[in-house]
């Protein structure tokens, strides 16, 4: 059965970076016809689309965080990453990584809360 | 950019209740419409892709229509295990962007 678990530093400091890994088990990255996918959601708040990575790596990212995210594949370890650059408080959110199927995000990780604090 | 936007934002209901959630977008999206049910400090789940395709061992009593710009997710008759925050997304041209959400409380 597959399972996405997110991981990383839960508290981040403002103007440092964000970096998050999902581990993908009971399926590869690497085969399926499968993308991957990076989700937030600030707390009490809704969910916001971050970026997008395909089996072959290319990527498409949030018009709102371009500049600021990159999203990686690791077929080694089974995984792949999120990394948000020169963080503020408006970052602080949970993180939620997907197995995208057909463009639809259809296996979600639990999420991690990540907190952006001095 | 595409907006999506739901009606209501909060909608109380009792067991047994037909409820109807309504998204909107701001252009023509056909059918790639997804819709998503979220319980407190739990992964939202996938209900419904292509607007009206429910997903495997989603219950019967969620259904989905529409295309363009106007959709809507319908609950047949309301279950204690619906009370939850309904999403929905769309998904085309490698860009995806949410509705703000519809919260179902207990009426």
């Known amino acids: 059965q597959l399972q996405l678990r997110e991981s990383g530093s839960g508290l981040v400091k403002p103007s440092q970076t964000l970096s998050l890994t999902c581990a993908v088990s009971?399926?590869?990255?690497?085969?399926?016809?499968?993308?991957w996918s990076w989700i937030r959601q600030p707390p009490g708040k809704g969910l916001e689309w971050i970026g997008y990575?395909?089996?072959?790596?290319?990527?498409y990212y949030n018009p709102s965080l371009k500049s600021r995210v990159t999203i990686s594949l690791d077929r080694s370890k089974n995984q792949f990453s999120l990394k948000v650059n020169s963080v503020t408080a408006a970052d602080t959110a949970v993180y939620y990584c997907?197995?995208?199927?057909?463009?639809?995000?259809?296996?979600w990780g639990q999420g991690t809360l990540v907190t952006v604090s001095s | 950019d595409i907006q999506m936007t739901q009606s209501p934002s909060t909608l109380a209901a009792s067991v047994g209740d037909r409820v109807t959630i309504t998204c909107r977008a701001s252009?023509?999206?056909?059918?790639?419409l997804a819709w998503f049910q979220q319980k407190p400090g739990k992964a939202p789940k996938l209900l419904i892709s292509k607007a009206s395709n429910l997903e495997p061992g989603v219950p019967s009593r969620f259904s989905g229509s529409g295309s363009g710009t106007e959709f809507t997710l319908t609950i047949s008759s309301l279950q204690p295990d619906d009370f939850a925050t309904y999403y929905c997304?769309?998904?085309?041209?490698?860009?995806?962007?949410f509705g703000q959400g519809t919260k179902v409380e207990i009426k």
């Open positions: 997304q769309k998904y085309n041209n490698y860009s995806w962007t």
């Open positions: 009971g399926g590869s990255i690497s085969s399926g016809g499968y993308s």
């Open positions: 997907a197995r995208v199927r057909y463009m639809v995000f259809d296996h």
């Open positions: 990575i395909s089996q072959g790596g290319d990527t």
């Open positions: 252009q023509s999206i056909s059918i790639w």
